[in-house]
């Protein structure tokens, strides 16, 4: 019986690897293969890649001596001219190789011992578009000093300290000109300023100490319009924002676009302030110095938009140190 | 007798009080050593840094005395502080012209400074500074790197800084 059992069994394998042996005769499957390129879902973090070089930054402050024959004490008297700076390898630059637009921005640190002598750069913040194939976008600025310096610094002395700073660029949004609020002659605000005076027609920019800049808009112009807002109270107890719309006076390019909330109102002279904070926006406004920039501002009281005004506004060096 | 023994319990209460509250100030509340920038270049070199794999060492065009860096980094920091370090992707590449120190730096307080970092290396870890990890909980920072230039030869500091914006996370 054994046997029997046995022998089945054996028959029963070698029929079964038989069967496995013409199943792989029988069906030969082919095997196929394609190249996929697959985008990742993950966070794609930004690698910031900059060179940032710099020129020798040595100045020298030339002072001119006169001799004049003083008649009542029979020597000459020494007359210093004014002092000027002269700079052999004043410059910065900065190239962005990110995929990413950068902002660049340069300040000068007096050193303690100098604190006189003040440094300025021809450009506070550059904006570097992101590096392409062929081009490497690049920004120089150059160092200028002003102040006097000792007579006792015969030799060189460090003077002062430049950083150079970087990040992302977050700049704002832009507008198409066709999408400007001023199209509403019945909605225009008149007088509306960047600034604190009307004294000359010419608006005077006002920094106040939180960082702010005044804008200003006549009380009548915003009484005007309807909302019957009769003093300071009532007005300050609203919500009162503005849709800034702004670019370089002259160029026919979109306008940048910023949201500002008027963080303090108080009433002037017949006319409202509403202090807004530029920084608050979190976004890079890139202004040169010496130019003029045009502005167009609508006003939302409680969301409720009232007007719009338009003003220019010289971008001077003092605004950007006090907005820096 | 019995009055001389409270005196001396008393004093030694005291005494308890005080070394308790130095214990606990200087535990939780003491701000670690303002960190000085210094003036001449470490002399040893960062140990965390390491050589940029294929990096090129042709160097920046640089003005006669003048000088220059490339700077490659990614702006997010991760400090963690069971390990008492932070995690972070900064190279001085090899055009650089210049040794470098790094920093970070949160709310002006110097959180890391690293040693010598040569062209051509790139860091991925840097301790924590001493005492730092008591001041620092969970959650995140606005930052930014102080990256202090020095030159190869003479050790001296450049004049100019470089800083970046970084946002820093804090894990535990």
Sequence with gaps: MKRIISLFLVLLMVFSLSTVVTAENSNKQDVYAQYVTQTSDDEIIPTINVDVAWGKMEFTYTVTETKKWNAATHMYDTILSDGEWTATGNTVTVSNHSDTEIVASFAYESDPSYSEIQGRFSKSKVVLTAAEPTTTPSAEVSLDLTGKLPASATTMQKVGTITVSVEEAMLPETVEESALPNNDDSNYLENMKLGGSFADGTAVPVIADDQSLVISATAASITASGLAIENADDLSARHVTFDVYYRLQGNSTDYYHVFLEASRIELGLARYNFYCNFLSTGMHLVFDVDQTYEFVIAVYVDGENIGYGETTLEWTQELADKLA | ?172
């Design chain 2, 1 to 172: 007798m019995l009055r001389y023994s409270k005196l001396i319990m008393a004093s030694l209460l005291f005494i308890t009080t005080v070394a308790v509250s130095v214990a606990i100030w200087s535990l939780y509340f003491r701000e670690p050593d303002v960190v000085l920038t210094p003036d001449y270049a470490p002399k040893e070199t960062e140990p965390n840094a390491e050589e940029i794999p294929g990096d090129s060492d042709v160097k920046l065009e640089v003005e006669d005395g003048g000088g220059a860096i490339g700077i490659e980094y990614v702006p997010k920091v991760t400090i963690d502080l069971s390990k008492r370090e932070a995690q972070l992707s900064f190279s001085n590449p090899g055009k650089s012209t210049q040794d470098v120190v790094l920093q970070i730096v949160v709310q002006n307080i110097v959180l890391v400074q690293s040693g010598r970092i040569e062209p051509g290396n790139r860091v991925q870890r840097l301790s924590l500074l001493d005492g730092i990890e008591k001041m620092l909980s969970e959650g995140g920072y606005d930052g930014k790197f102080v990256i202090l230039s020095y030159d190869p030869a003479s050790g001296e500091k450049s004049m100019v800084n470089t800083e970046a914006h970084i946002t820093v996370d804090v894990q535990k």
